[in-house]
């Protein structure tokens, strides 16, 4: 993990309250999918955290959603050639293993950036089955990038796009025809415990990013401990984001 300096080269509005923040760095990382980064936003004392959607080379690419101040401020204050200062690559990722050749990827929300990175990531070899839900249709972005795997189902909550219900009700339907290796996931809580509860018994594995407020993002503060099962404590931005599923309680 490092504290870089970015230069911002794009930073775009793609869906309802949704944008897309390009920045390069002089240095290069390796980022896995599913690791996230800590973006410090104007005089706010805490970074924020934000997936990557995509890396390549020098560039990153996290896109993010407006829910308050920071966020807000991103959006407006930020145009090609600020400077902002980011914390990478943190956080575990993903990890499919080799025998694992058919790869469900659940998402919904802001949950399909990081899932975007595994699309990205494994769709040369491996079987993506990918399954991305939201609110509607003016909150889909990305379609594009989500379309590399072996195929989309993209569902909104009341249809005004692609099928109408949620990522874990479509994937469900269709869970017996691909009988997946592993599932990839994230999403809201609710999204998560419906995906836990669905597959709960079938014996695949699946995976979950999860989101916790967080402040230091390097496993520093504590603010972003989540619980585990057995009574066992984890923290979110250090020890995950990703979990198996059954290993926390949702
Ligand atoms: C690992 C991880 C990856 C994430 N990836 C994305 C992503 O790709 N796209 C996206 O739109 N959002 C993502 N989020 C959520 C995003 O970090 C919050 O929406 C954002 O921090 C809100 O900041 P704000 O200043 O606008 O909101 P405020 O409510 O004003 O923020 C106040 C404080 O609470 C923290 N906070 C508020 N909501 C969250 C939250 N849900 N998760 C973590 N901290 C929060 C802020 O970082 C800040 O420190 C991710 C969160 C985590 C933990
Ligand atoms: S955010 Fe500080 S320990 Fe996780």
């Excluded at 970074?47 to 308050?68: H, L, N, S, W």
């Excluded at 999204?191 to 990013?209: D, E, H, I, Q």
């Amino acid at each position: 993990m490092r504290e870089v300096t970015a230069t911002v080269l794009e930073n775009k509005q793609i869906a309802e309250s949704v944008y897309s923040l390009t920045f390069y760095t002089e240095e290069e990382f390796e980022i896995r999918p599913g690791q996230f980064v800590m973006v410090g936003v104007g005089e706010y004392p805490l970074r924020r955290p934000f997936a990557v959607c995509m890396a390549e080379g020098d560039r990153v690419t996290v896109c993010y959603q407006i829910k308050g101040r920071g966020t807000a401020f991103l959006a407006t204050n930020y145009r090609a050639g600020e400077k902002l200062s980011v914390l990478l690559p943190l956080g575990n990722g993903f990890f499919v293993k080799e025998e694992e050749k058919k790869v469900a990827i659940v998402g919904g929300g802001v949950g399909v950036f990081p899932l975007i990175s595994a699309i990205r990531a494994y769709a040369n070899d491996k079987e993506i089955y990918a399954y991305m839900g939201f609110r509607n249709k003016r909150a889909l972005c990305m379609e594009y990038e989500m379309q590399r795997g072996k195929s989309l189902v993209v569902a909104t909550d009341d249809g005004s796009y692609g099928f109408r219900g949620t990522a874990v009700k479509a994937f469900m339907e269709d869970f017996g025809k691909i009988r997946p290796d592993v599932v990839l996931s994230c999403g809201p809580a609710p999204m998560l415990r419906a995906l836990k509860n669905a597959t709960a018994g079938t014996g695949v594995p699946v995976y979950v990013s999860l989101e916790e407020r967080m402040g230091c993002g390097i496993g520093a503060c504590l603010v972003c401990v989540c619980n585990q099962t057995g009574g066992r404590h984890a923290r979110v931005c250090k020890d995950g984001p990703v979990f198996e599923i059954n290993e926390v309680e949702l």
